[in-house]
């Protein structure tokens, strides 16, 4: 697997000078390279084909179908929560592992986390549930930085002049990002709460906040919980072979973390037919494991 490039963590600023865009996606046309939008035409930098999506992968740099959750980070930074060492990970990439059972004695958390922690874990080991809840297995959107971690479909781009869509084949998930320097002055919480972005140094650097700390929110598969002073920093990054995809996420919450938290996820840049995938439609537990029931549209979330 090519080695981690160096990801520098870049703070906030006003007015940042655009760099080149890292993992942009036009629509073509097949016939002569045309480009179908006007607006992303206006987009400087680099502009990449819409005919591939980016593959997750996981800790050991394979096709992620059964990863735990993020990388550790360069540079001696302090890494994410890993599996419980009482209970090491087996298994490969054909079989499945060890439940995701989180190191809740980390620590980096706060003692209701690593209580809520300890808890989900016990649930699984007295099996009462059977399979891990993973939101976006049960057609729950995995939040910030948590929809990062979906393993089993790619994540496209979308760039125009002054916004980003971060979107997933997953149910049609969507993440936008508005290309400006400020928060609005209040910010109402939602699943992928309020996201600004820039363009620095060849990274695009997204900025949220605005994150709702609910009983389906967590920051990983290790079911690691948040509050609403969640407040999260990514820096994504294209390889200089332009094969592979890669971001360094800052997670800060005071009320959750005694410090703050750096987290490394990679994706292989990859060929697909993009196929419609409507996750409500399996809202079934076949093999009885408890497991928690889709969202229903009946009233909104927040």
Known sequence: MPALSKLKIARPTRGARWAAILAGVVLAASAGGAVADPEAAKT????????????PLNERGGIARYGTGFSDPPGGLRGPIHQDPKYPLRGNETRMPTPSLGNWQDPILKPWAAAQMRESNEQLLSGKVGIPFRAQSQCWPGGVPGNLLWSSE?????????????????????????????????????WFGDSIGRYENGELVIDTIGLAANKYSFIDDFRTPHTDKLHVVENYKVTPDGKFLE??????DPDTFNEPMYLVKRWRRDKYVWA?????????????????????ATRADF
């Not at 400087?44 to 593959?55: A, E, R, V």
């Not at 969507?174 to 609005?184: E, K, N, S």
């Not at 995938?277 to 009885?288: G, Q």
């Open 276 to 296: 419609e995938s409507f996750c409500a439609e399996n809202n079934i537990d076949p093999f009885n494991s408890n497991l928690v029931p889709p969202p229903e």
């Open 247 to 252: 971001v360094l996420v800052k997670v800060e």
């Open 154 to 190: 790619p994540m496209y781009w979308i760039q125009k002049p002054k916004e980003v869509w971060l979107y997933w084949q997953r149910d049609q998930i969507v993440r936008r990002i508005m290309l400006t320097d400020q928060h609005p002055k209040d910010v109402k919480p939602s």
């Open 44 to 55: 400087p930098g680099l502009m990449l084909p819409s005919d591939f999506g980016w593959t």
